[in-house]
């Protein structure tokens, strides 16, 4: 039996690599991303137990940029 790996092993080493790797659930046949330890969609233990890559035809849907207003002094 191997060892089981943390679910963001498989995204960093694809990154790594110059690849974007996402999650599969075997389960529900359903793309897991942001790497997980449990399918969002069906609630399975091991989403990551095949890993697919991004055929490069994907879009970015959202972003985020946070900025941290105030001072030093205003945090403490
Ligand atoms: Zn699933």
């Known amino acids: 039996m191997s060892e089981p790996t943390a679910p963001t092993v498989a995204?960093?080493?694809?990154?790594?690599?110059?690849?974007?790797?996402?999650?599969?659930?075997?389960?529900?046949?359903?793309?897991?991303?942001?790497?997980?330890?449990?399918?969002?969609?069906?609630?399975d233990a091991e989403p990551g137990a095949r890993v697919a890559l991004v055929n490069g035809n994907g879009g970015v849907l959202s972003s985020q940029a946070t900025a941290l207003l105030g001072t030093a002094e205003a945090l403490g």
Not at 16 to 23: H, V, Y
């Open 11 to 43: 995204y960093a080493e694809g990154l790594a690599a110059g690849e974007l790797r996402f999650q599969h659930c075997t389960a529900c046949e359903r793309a897991v991303f942001h790497p997980r330890v449990l399918c969002p969609h069906c609630g």
